[in-house]
């Protein structure tokens, strides 16, 4: 996808990056445009924050089964858009749809107001936890995957009740366009709104008095984000880059593995941020391992009618690929598959890379292409430090027969997910939440913590009777003083 303009000019065209057609133009917001949606949305937010939920469950599902009914023309525009094949749209749209069903008939149970324990001192106050919601939120997506990735937050945030303001890259505006076409089929009012355009419009939207921002985009771009938002303190989820490693122990499933690896290194042209950049074999059964990497990898197909991956979306990332290929190569890495000349213009063949020293871009720094690193290691405990040792935390994986082992090297990764046996793994299981550590992001989408990421939890405490000890006064009595003296110890001064 190329765009066809900048951010002085009022409106953008997109191109298909598989040949460079045109697709269609788009208008791009201007600061007072951005305002006036969230005002919009604003009022629209307080109709929708005022129905039940199962009214607002009976609207979202709807909206599902509007997008599900016409899946095949979402595919093809997310493919058009990105260039990636039908059949893996196809696929982000079925994931997608999955994720907005659990939140939209598990926000009451997760939500409602609901009994706390008081305590026994307190046993005179009736306390309730509720969450409202936040009011409008902003979401920027990505372009990667223009369709699953931001309903992440649209889909919990509506769920929630609250108003969406979606901002998507001005790579894929189309598919986002689309989208709110279908919501409006299912609802009147201005619940959910999209605004396209470049980073300007982002940067107006997160400044145009939204409640609450969701980002997703590369970690220095979260940190703008993070920093416009700190003016007013609007607070942001941010689902950054990533750098997941993939450890393979001795007693593993090379096979699987293999095929695993393939798929999360060299699927979706690489362009995924939880997919596969490094893998930590140990070492004795690193040859066999990367002999079925390879192995899959000369399968790939990146041209003809029916390729395994599509091009690069944004044509600057196969200089990002090159760039850290021929580091890769520079510090004393060996190319097993590919290699520089596997880049051409951004059309990226697989590339499989070996014994990359631990401090070259390859391994350091997010490569979003289809290449991966496959390094041996001694033993578990130095994939785990290797794994551990770059700015990311967003994902990782382990690949081991022993259940035991693969929950302990698990529990020692630090990613917001890790998954056993498998690539990509969660993606599907709508109770799990998503999200990254360390420069991966904070915050969390999907399942019940993708619900709460979205809510303001409110807390209620009603006095049902007065209080033996009268502690809530200017004018204590030496009497429930002296009680308060004896409680103490009898309450907290045991060491249990």
Same mark, same amino acid.
């Given at each position: 996808?190329?765009?066809?303009?900048?951010?002085?000019?009022?409106?953008?065209?997109?191109?298909?990056?598989?040949?460079?057609?045109?697709?269609?133009?788009?208008?791009?917001?201007?600061?007072?445009?951005?305002?006036?949606?969230?005002?919009?949305?604003?009022?629209?937010?307080?109709?929708?924050?005022?129905?039940?939920?199962?009214?607002?469950?009976?609207?979202?599902?709807?909206?599902?089964?509007?997008?599900?009914?016409?899946?095949?023309?979402?595919?093809?525009?997310?493919?058009?858009?990105?260039?990636?094949?039908? #059949?893996?749209?196809?696929?982000?749209?079925?994931?997608?749809?999955?994720?907005?069903?659990?939140?939209?008939? =598990?926000?009451?149970?997760?939500?409602?107001?609901?009994?706390?324990?008081?305590?026994?001192? =307190?046993?005179?106050?009736?306390?309730?936890?509720?969450?409202?919601?936040?009011?409008?939120?902003? $979401?920027?997506?990505?372009?990667?995957?223009?369709?699953?990735?931001?309903?992440?937050?649209?889909?919990?945030?509506?769920?929630?009740? =609250?108003?969406?303001?979606?901002?998507?890259?001005?790579?894929?505006?189309?598919?986002?366009?689309?989208?709110?076409?279908?919501?409006?089929?299912?609802?009147?009012?201005?619940?959910?709104? +999209?605004?396209?355009?470049?980073?300007?419009?982002?940067?107006?939207?997160?400044?145009?008095?939204?409640?609450?921002?969701?980002?997703?985009?590369?970690?220095?771009?979260?940190?703008?984000?993070?920093?416009?938002?700190?003016?007013?303190?609007?607070?942001? +989820?941010?689902?950054?880059?990533?750098?997941?490693?993939? /450890? +393979?122990?001795?007693?593993?499933?090379?096979?699987?593995?293999?095929?695993?690896?393939?798929?999360?290194?060299?699927?979706?042209?690489?362009?995924?941020?939880?997919?596969?950049?490094?893998?930590?074999?140990?070492?004795? &059964?690193?040859?066999?391992?990367?002999?079925?990497?390879?192995?899959?990898?000369?399968? /790939?197909?990146?041209?003809?009618?029916?390729?395994?991956?599509?091009?690069?979306?944004?044509?600057?990332?196969?200089?990002? &690929?090159?760039?850290?290929?021929?580091?890769?190569?520079?510090? #004393?890495?060996?190319?097993?598959?590919?290699?520089?000349?596997?880049?051409?213009?951004?059309?990226?063949?697989?590339? $499989?890379?070996?014994?990359?020293?631990?401090?070259?871009?390859? +391994?350091?720094?997010?490569?979003?292409?289809?290449?991966?690193?496959?390094?041996?290691?001694?033993?578990?405990?130095?994939?785990?430090?290797?794994?551990?040792?770059?700015?990311?935390?967003?994902?990782?994986?382990?690949?081991?027969?022993?259940?035991?082992?693969?929950?302990?090297?698990?529990?020692?990764?630090?990613?917001?997910?890790?998954?056993?046996?498998?690539?990509?793994?969660?993606?599907?299981?709508?109770?799990?939440?998503?999200?990254?550590?360390?420069?991966?992001?904070?915050?969390? /989408?999907?399942?019940?913590?993708?619900?709460?990421?979205?809510? &303001?939890?409110?807390? /209620?405490?009603?006095?049902?009777?007065?209080?033996?000890?009268?502690?809530?006064?200017?004018?204590?009595?030496?009497?429930?003083?002296?009680?308060?003296?004896?409680?103490?110890?009898?309450?907290?001064?045991?060491?249990?």
């Amino acid at each position: 996808m190329t765009l066809l303009h900048d951010d002085s000019t009022s409106v953008l065209t997109t191109t298909d990056p598989r040949d460079g057609s045109p697709i269609a133009s788009y208008p791009v917001a201007s600061a007072d445009d951005v305002r006036r949606t969230v005002d919009r949305a604003r009022e629209a937010g307080t109709w929708w924050a005022g129905l039940s939920y199962s009214e607002r469950r009976r609207v979202l599902i709807a909206f599902k089964a509007a997008i599900a009914r016409d899946a095949k023309a979402l595919a093809a525009t997310i493919a058009r858009e990105t260039g990636k094949p039908e #059949g893996d749209a196809l696929l982000e749209v079925m994931l997608t749809l999955g994720h907005l069903d659990w939140a939209a008939k =598990n926000a009451e149970p997760v939500l409602k107001r609901r009994k706390v324990k008081a305590g026994l001192v =307190n046993y005179n106050q009736h306390a309730t936890l509720g969450y409202v919601p936040y009011g409008v939120v902003g $979401v920027i997506g990505p372009w990667n995957y223009p369709f699953y990735t931001p309903m992440g937050s649209i889909s919990y945030a509506l769920a929630a009740g =609250n108003a969406v303001v979606f901002k998507p890259s001005e790579l894929t505006p189309g598919t986002a366009v689309w989208v709110a076409e279908r919501w409006r089929e299912v609802c009147d009012r201005p619940v959910l709104q +999209v605004v396209t355009g470049g980073r300007a419009t982002g940067a107006d939207l997160v400044r145009a008095g939204v409640d609450k921002v969701a980002f997703t985009g590369s970690t220095a771009s979260a940190k703008k984000v993070m920093a416009a938002c700190s003016e007013t303190l609007t607070p942001l +989820v941010a689902e950054c880059g990533g750098k997941d490693a993939l /450890i +393979v122990a001795t007693d593993a499933d090379l096979d699987a593995a293999a095929d695993f690896i393939a798929f999360g290194a060299l699927g979706n042209a690489g362009q995924t941020c939880v997919g596969v950049e490094r893998v930590y074999v140990e070492q004795r &059964v690193r040859d066999a391992l990367v002999d079925k990497v390879v192995e899959r990898a000369k399968r /790939i197909v990146v041209t003809g009618d029916a390729p395994t991956y599509g091009p690069m979306t944004l044509a600057t990332q196969a200089d990002v &690929v090159s760039t850290h290929v021929q580091d890769a190569l520079a510090r #004393g890495g060996r190319a097993v598959f590919g290699g520089p000349e596997s880049v051409a213009d951004r059309t990226v063949s697989p590339i $499989v890379l070996v014994d990359v020293p631990e401090d070259s871009d390859a +391994v350091q720094r997010e490569t979003f292409g289809p290449t991966v690193v496959i390094n041996a290691v001694a033993d578990l405990d130095e994939a785990v430090a290797r794994a551990n040792a770059t700015e990311y935390g967003l994902g990782a994986a382990v690949f081991t027969k022993d259940a035991k082992k693969g929950e302990r090297i698990a529990a020692q990764l630090r990613a917001g997910v890790v998954t056993i046996n498998s690539v990509l793994g969660f993606a599907a299981i709508g109770a799990l939440p998503f999200g990254g550590v360390k420069g991966s992001g904070f915050g969390r /989408i999907h399942g019940a913590d993708g619900l709460r990421e979205f809510s &303001v939890p409110k807390s /209620i405490a009603r006095q049902t009777r007065k209080a033996a000890l009268n502690l809530l006064t200017l004018e204590r009595s030496p009497k429930d003083m002296h009680m308060v003296e004896r409680m103490i110890p009898m309450l907290h001064g045991k060491a249990r």
